[in-house]
């Protein structure tokens, strides 16, 4: 028996509030068996009170680390003691991962998520074919653009309901991210390749995303970033009028992957057979 044989089971779970929608412990339970690893992942049910304090207790429990779900992103960046610069400048934390020493060091897989979400969907994807639009400003706004500026799209277009969160993340990211008032969103599309929604307009019990996609060349790629339902009003839309579209689950599986290596040791592959088991779930 090796010396080790203690500690070969690794632990790693999701924090939220709620949590019992999250699909994240099937992917990652799916990918220990494929692997053969020996290991859980768990849903946590961790009330935003008591955040600072869950997060200090992964050490003492033996956790490699953990993802955080809503809404810890934002809030777990005062509790993190190294923040990688993906981290720092998207402003959220959703993968944590325990140091030797019991100390967190925190990134963020969000922007990882999106770019792999949107090249598996649509391997003829380029980001230097013209424009992006990104609708909503929130955390998950701000992975997506920064994917996109790192992947290099020179012109994104950034609209939000309020004007001034949209100016001040423009402002956060400088070029080539421009803020355009809520009242710009259907003009704003002439010439872009692609559209994101951010939103949570679309969701299921929400109201559908009020924007008119007749300026949209039929060429650009439509993104909706929501997988609840999987076809948001926004992409059947978009089908119709002969765009390739991207639903939200791609992303969901992608920002999984490299939390999955930090912690188990193996970059895990996103396959047809995954997809279906978590399909089945909705």
Known sequence: ?????????????????????SRSPLIHGHWLAQY????????????????????????????AGCNLTLPHK???LACIHQLDDVARQIGAVNTVVVNADGSLRGTNTDAFGYIHSLREAQPGWRADR?????????????????????????????LNRSLDKA????????????????????????????????TTQGMQ??????????????HALVSDIVYTPLQTDLLLRAQARGH???????MLLHQARPGFAAWFGVMPEVTSELWEKVLATF
């Open 167 to 198: 100016q001040a993340m423009a402002n956060d990211f400088g070029a080539p991210v421009q803020a355009l008032d809520w009242s710009q969103r259907h003009a704003a599309l002439a010439d872009a390749c692609l559209l994101v929604n951010t």
């Open 130 to 158: 013209g424009a992006a639009v990104v609708l909503g400003a929130g955390g998950a706004a701000r992975a997506v653009v920064w994917a996109l500026a790192d992947a290099g799209v020179k012109d994104i277009r950034l």
């Open 74 to 76: 934002i809030d777990a």
């Open 1 to 21: 028996m090796s010396s080790q044989s203690s500690t070969d089971f690794k632990l790693a779970g999701v924090m939220g509030w709620p949590i019992s929608h």
């Open 36 to 63: 053969g690893l020996r290991g859980a992942y768990v849903p946590l049910a961790v009330n935003p009170l008591h955040l600072p304090q869950a997060l200090s207790g992964l050490s003492a429990l033996g956790f």
């Open 205 to 218: 019990g929400q109201p559908a995303l009020d924007i008119d996609l007749s300026a949209l060349p039929l």
């Open 244 to 250: 390739p579209v991207v639903n939200g689950l791609g």
